[in-house]
């Protein structure tokens, strides 16, 4: 019926007190496709360009050393330098310590040659290449001691990530963290013998006999590590002039044609015309053994006597007229490749981001353009490479020693524009000037020298100011003495009147100073 009420139960379900959460069933660790795992069987996948080819090529060419002497000269060439992680770090005891140990580090890590020229030969190999690698030697207690360039980059061959996923240890901020990856392997190849190496941070053990792992493996047979430095994602890197290639290839071509022009003329170089006549068959022998006889410097200074026969014909008595029409002038317009060349040159500095100074093209530079192409290139190509670099130093190859205070940087060179220099001192003048300490720095700097700071607080305060407090300073002391000398005067004299009035004047002054001061 209409009018009665429908009751409506409703049962509240509460959760338990303590809330649970059941953990997340995921993979734990990468589960990404690997391109050599399904596009090649073998367990060595070899690079997709051949490396003695591409060393051939680099070697031949007019640009591409020029390019690898750039990046391996301005990226590491300046040195290695040590800072601190944090900018205000203070140097405590534990700071210093750490800087003493990472600085006899570096300078141990090779006993062959400066540390600095390991990573000029990785960057030059790297460059030529797209990959180049570094052998890596611990101590008993697992720590990084040596590093050694691997000079013979293309007899080098490295695996796909191989099963299983391992677990690896990696310092972060003085804690361990456990990551699980598919590791490596690498190998070397020469005359029939080839030696085994694990990948950087691989914990077990292999034998380099083999490659074959292990957890008893002697000592004198345990792999040593192999950290590679590749540009890109690929397995052997990526060449980062190989849209180039073809360029290179014909620069060396019209090189070499310009060198054949020299050596043996061009072909066809002149054409002989015979007007009204015809040559001897004396001349035209005379003109074989003139060709076979003039290439190179010998013919420099040859010269060619023709003659000529009117047709047989009893009514033409006129002689016959030879004309030499020269080929060679037609044939080097572009002279001799020189603008196909040039251009080529300019796609390969293109595709390593680098301007003409650094590859020895100088001839369009003034002061104002050259400081300007310096400043781009050091920002855009060599300090991204320099931070990249010292990355991989810090996080992966001394991530071991778990530096809290310290860490490695490539130097740069300086590279400051006088003329912006000039403008930031202006301003800062204009604005009060510099503290002594700072003009003393900047200055220093300018000289390449160091020097330290003043003693005192002084020298944090800038001239134009201690000038400024020094006048009034003067002042005040001027007007007390003044002063002074009215209030002696007034006593003498019993006029207290004139003491009421000295006494408001220094009220006066001492409410002004008060008030200057805030």
């Given at each position: 019926?209409?009018?009665?009420?429908?009751?409506?139960?409703?049962?509240?379900?509460?959760?338990?007190?303590?809330?649970?959460?059941?953990?997340?069933?995921?993979?734990?660790?990468?589960?990404?496709?690997?391109?050599?795992?399904?596009?090649?069987?073998?367990?060595?996948?070899?690079p997709?360009?051949?490396?003695?080819?591409?060393?051939e090529?680099?070697?031949?060419?007019?640009?591409?050393?020029?390019?690898?002497?750039a990046?391996k000269s301005?990226?590491a060439?300046?040195?290695?330098?040590?800072?601190?992680?944090?900018?205000?770090?203070?140097?405590t005891?534990e700071?210093?310590?750490?800087?003493?140990?990472?600085?006899?580090?570096?300078?141990?890590?090779?006993?062959?040659?400066?540390?600095k020229?390991?990573?000029?030969?990785?960057?030059?190999?790297r460059?030529?290449?797209?990959?180049?690698?570094?052998?890596?030697?611990?101590?008993?207690?697992?720590?990084?001691?040596?590093i050694?360039f691997?000079?013979?980059?293309?007899?080098?061959?490295?695996?796909?990530?191989?099963?299983?996923f391992?677990?690896?240890?990696?310092?972060?901020?003085?804690?361990?963290?456990?990551?699980?990856?598919?590791?490596?392997?690498?190998?070397?190849?020469?005359?029939?013998?080839?030696?085994?190496?694990?990948?950087?941070?691989?914990?077990?053990?292999?034998?380099?006999?083999?490659?074959?792992?292990?957890?008893?493996?002697?000592?004198?047979?345990?792999?040593?590590?192999?950290?590679?430095?590749?540009?890109?994602?690929?397995?052997?890197?990526?060449?980062?002039?190989?849209?180039q290639?073809?360029?290179c290839?014909g620069?060396?071509?019209?090189?070499?044609?310009?060198?054949?022009?020299?050596?043996?003329?061009?072909h066809?170089?002149?054409?002989?015309?015979v007007?009204?006549?015809?040559?001897?068959?004396d001349?035209?022998?005379?003109?074989?053994?003139?060709?076979?006889g003039?290439?190179?410097?010998?013919?420099?200074?040859?010269?060619?006597l023709?003659?000529?026969?009117?047709?047989?014909?009893?009514?033409d008595?006129k002689?016959?007229?030879?004309?030499?029409?020269?080929?060679?002038?037609?044939?080097?317009?572009?002279?001799?490749?020189?603008?196909?060349?040039?251009?080529n040159?300019?796609?390969?500095?293109?595709?390593?981001?680098?301007?003409?100074?650094?590859?020895?093209?100088?001839?369009?530079?003034?002061?104002?353009?050259?400081?300007?192409?310096?400043?781009?290139?050091?920002?855009?190509?060599?300090?991204?490479?320099?931070?990249?670099?010292?990355?991989?130093?810090?996080?992966?190859?001394?991530?071991?020693?778990?530096?809290?205070y310290?860490?490695?940087?490539?130097?740069?060179?300086?590279?400051?524009?006088?003329?912006?220099?000039?403008?930031?001192?202006?301003?800062a003048?204009?604005?009060?000037?510099?503290?002594?300490n700072?003009?003393?720095?900047v200055?220093?700097?300018?000289?390449?020298?160091?020097?330290e700071?003043?003693?005192?607080?002084?020298g944090?305060?800038?001239v134009?100011?201690q000038?400024?407090?020094?006048?009034?300073?003067?002042?005040?002391?001027?007007?007390?003495?003044?002063?002074?000398?009215?209030?002696?005067?007034?006593?003498?004299?019993?006029?207290?009147?004139?003491?009421?009035s000295?006494?408001?004047?220094?009220h006066?002054?001492?409410?002004?100073i008060?008030?200057?001061?805030?």
């Amino acid at each position: 019926m209409s009018g009665e009420k429908r009751g409506v139960s409703v049962t509240v379900i509460k959760a338990d007190d303590e809330t649970r959460m059941e953990p997340v069933l995921k993979a734990e660790s990468s589960v990404q496709i690997d391109e050599d795992e399904k596009m090649h069987a073998n367990d060595w996948p070899e690079p997709e360009l051949p490396l003695d080819g591409l060393e051939e090529i680099v070697k031949n060419s007019s640009i591409l050393p020029q390019c690898c002497r750039a990046y391996k000269s301005n990226i590491a060439g300046y040195g290695i330098g040590i800072k601190y992680k944090e900018d205000d770090q203070e140097e405590t005891k534990e700071a210093l310590a750490e800087w003493t140990q990472l600085e006899d580090i570096l300078n141990l890590l090779t006993i062959e040659q400066d540390t600095k020229e390991v990573f000029e030969d990785i960057i030059e190999a790297r460059e030529k290449f797209g990959i180049a690698y570094c052998e890596v030697i611990r101590n008993n207690a697992g720590e990084v001691v040596q590093i050694e360039f691997v000079r013979e980059t293309t007899y080098m061959r490295k695996s796909r990530p191989l099963e299983p996923f391992v677990e690896a240890t990696y310092l972060y901020k003085g804690r361990e963290v456990k990551r699980k990856k598919r590791f490596r392997k690498y190998k070397q190849s020469i005359g029939g013998t080839t030696v085994y190496y694990k990948e950087f941070g691989d914990p077990r053990r292999m034998d380099y006999r083999d490659g074959k792992y292990g957890d008893s493996v002697p000592k004198e047979y345990q792999a040593n590590e192999i950290i590679d430095f590749a540009i890109g994602t690929d397995t052997y890197g990526e060449v980062r002039w190989i849209g180039q290639i073809l360029g290179c290839d014909g620069a060396r071509r019209a090189e070499n044609l310009n060198n054949n022009y020299f050596i043996n003329g061009r072909h066809i170089p002149l054409a002989i015309v015979v007007k009204g006549g015809t040559l001897t068959n004396d001349s035209i022998k005379h003109i074989r053994e003139y060709l076979n006889g003039v290439r190179g410097e010998k013919g420099q200074h040859s010269f060619l006597l023709l003659e000529a026969q009117n047709n047989e014909s009893d009514f033409d008595t006129k002689m016959p007229e030879v004309e030499m029409k020269d080929l060679a002038s037609i044939l080097q317009k572009d002279e001799l490749f020189q603008d196909y060349i040039d251009n080529n040159r300019r796609k390969v500095q293109s595709a390593f981001n680098l301007p003409d100074l650094y590859v020895g093209y100088t001839t369009d530079f003034n002061r104002a353009t050259a400081q300007t192409a310096m400043e781009v290139t050091e920002k855009q190509v060599f300090q991204p490479e320099r931070k990249s670099l010292a990355w991989v130093i810090n996080n992966r190859l001394l991530n071991g020693y778990n530096f809290q205070y310290v860490e490695v940087e490539f130097l740069a060179p300086d590279i400051t524009n006088p003329d912006d220099l000039y403008k930031i001192l202006t301003v800062a003048e204009k604005a009060g000037g510099l503290p002594p300490n700072k003009a003393k720095q900047v200055a220093y700097d300018a000289l390449g020298e160091t020097a330290e700071d003043y003693e005192g607080e002084w020298g944090e305060i800038p001239v134009t100011i201690q000038q400024q407090q020094a006048q009034a300073e003067a002042a005040k002391n001027n007007l007390m003495a003044q002063l002074s000398t009215q209030i002696e005067k007034a006593q003498k004299n019993d006029e207290p009147d004139s003491v009421i009035s000295v006494l408001k004047q220094v009220h006066n002054l001492l409410s002004e100073i008060k008030g200057a001061q805030e």
